[in-house]
């Protein structure tokens, strides 16, 4: 209130009040602080609004920061010539909004990141939740507060999924969805029955994938690890965005795998190659499918956030971790072996969450996307899916074949 005086601007906002026995000071650099003095001691929070506030701007026009032989500061107005031991520039004081970007590495856990996180305002979808990274991103979510939906596309799987998380806590908000990635017109089913339910997106996370499975047509006629792991969810987002659009400020994060460097997509024009996305039967090699799979993520990331960060919605991609033992290995025996040598040194199912988690909430990732994330850490992903112009070819073919291969119901 004094500053508010000698700043000639007496009127107050009341929650800024101090309650009796206070008085609000500042440091030489700005930083205002409080001080009790019944209970002799200083603080940074306000004492009713448990803000830490700074001062903004300099000394008013003729003001002057002066010490004096007690080595307290005092200000000096020439203009009028009178001199206090209140910052005049308290009368324009800011909340401290810095928040300063914590340090994570390949040992933080999903948990870790989310501490002090309060996700109770958020819905979030997650494909592929009822195993592994995705069940360690939906139970960190939910533990959190947050209304998470496990798009899975087998139900009793997913039931049980559900069911480990709320014998966790009996409060989490987390249900199951059929969603199978496989078939478009699932998918197009799981969008229907999302929107007429009128819920917000906050986040969605495209996470299921499948690898090393044998040679395999979708109903759609396609490849199998590519319609799952790269064209089930570019028709989900599709079908999606107005939903993530109304939400804003929504993330969409993509799981993908550093495997997706040993491979590549386009043809000596440059121009993503149709056949290498879902090649027939006797080109096929199931883990260079998985490979091109995950360079679709990425590519297909940076170019939905190009699309969509004007309107509010970002994207990032990322890498989970090495060799995690999930039920990723599944298919094939001598996956499941390496993965069982490797498991002892290989992140836990929560610190494989963590980037995941990390891409969905951390506070410095707000409005930034089109990145590429290992360890909660922002690199470089191959040449190839840090190319803009495959990445529009890839988003192209995929309307194309989503156009030819999806059949909406007729509208009468
Ligand atoms: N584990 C690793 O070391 C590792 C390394 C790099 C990247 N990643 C990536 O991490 C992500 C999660 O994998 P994970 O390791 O946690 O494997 P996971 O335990 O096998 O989880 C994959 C999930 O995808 C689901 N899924 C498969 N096909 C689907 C379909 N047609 N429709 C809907 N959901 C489907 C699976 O459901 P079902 O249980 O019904 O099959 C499962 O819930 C993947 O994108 C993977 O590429 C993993």
Not at 44 to 63: D, F, M, N, Q, S
Not at 201 to 227: K, S
Not at 403 to 409: D, L, N, Y
Request: with cysteine; aromatic share 10%; net charge negative.
């Amino acid at each position: 209130m004094a500053a508010l005086k000698y700043a000639g601007m007496d009127d107050t906002d009341s929650e800024d009040e101090l309650p009796p026995g206070w008085e609000e000071r500042s440091t030489k650099d700005g930083w205002v602080y409080y001080a009790n003095h019944e209970e002799m001691k200083t603080q940074w929070e306000h004492p009713k609004t448990g803000k830490k506030k700074r001062c903004a701007g300099a000394l008013p026009y003729g003001w002057e920061q002066e010490t004096d032989d007690k080595g307290q500061v005092f200000y000096v107005d020439h203009i009028n010539k009178r001199t206090t031991y209140f910052d005049p520039r308290q009368a324009f004081t800011v909340e401290d909004m810095q928040v300063k970007p914590k340090r994570y590495d390949g040992n933080t856990t999903a948990l870790e990141i989310l501490q002090d996180c309060d996700l109770s305002d958020k819905v979030v979808v997650i494909t592929g939740a009822n195993s592994g990274i995705g069940f360690e991103t939906a139970r960190s979510f939910a533990l959190h507060g947050a209304h998470v939906i496990l798009a899975c596309r087998n139900q009793s799987r997913a039931i049980k999924a559900v069911s480990l998380i709320t014998d966790e806590w009996r409060k989490a908000r987390v249900e199951a969805m059929t969603l199978d990635l496989a078939s478009l017109r699932s998918v197009r089913e799981f969008a229907e029955i999302f929107k007429a339910r009128k819920l917000p997106l906050h986040i969605l996370v495209c996470n299921a994938a499948v690898c090393t499975q044998p040679w395999n047509l979708t109903e759609d006629g396609l490849e199998t690890t590519f319609q799952i792991c790269h064209l089930g969810h570019f028709y989900l987002v599709e079908l999606l965005q107005d939903v993530l659009r109304h939400s804003t400020p929504a993330r969409v994060v993509v799981v993908s795998s550093e495997s997706h460097r040993f491979t590549d997509l386009v043809d000596s024009c440059g121009k993503v190659e149709p056949n290498l996305l879902s090649p027939p039967q006797k080109e096929y090699w199931s883990m260079l499918a998985y490979n091109r799979a995950k360079l679709c993520n990425i590519l297909f990331s940076s170019e939905l956030h190009r699309r969509m960060s004007p309107h509010g919605v970002t994207c990032n991609a990322l890498h989970p971790g090495n060799m995690m033992y999930t039920s990723i290995h599944r298919s094939w025996w001598l996956m499941t072996l390496l993965f069982t040598f490797a498991r002892p040194f290989t992140k836990s199912m929560q610190q494989g969450a963590a980037t995941t988690v990390y891409c969905a909430v951390a506070p410095e990732l707000e409005g930034i996307g089109g990145m590429y994330f290992n360890n909660c850490f922002r690199c470089l992903p191959s040449p190839q899916a840090q190319d803009p112009t495959a990445a529009v070819n890839l988003w192209e073919l995929s309307e194309r074949l989503i156009q030819e291969r999806s059949t909406p119901p007729q509208v009468l």
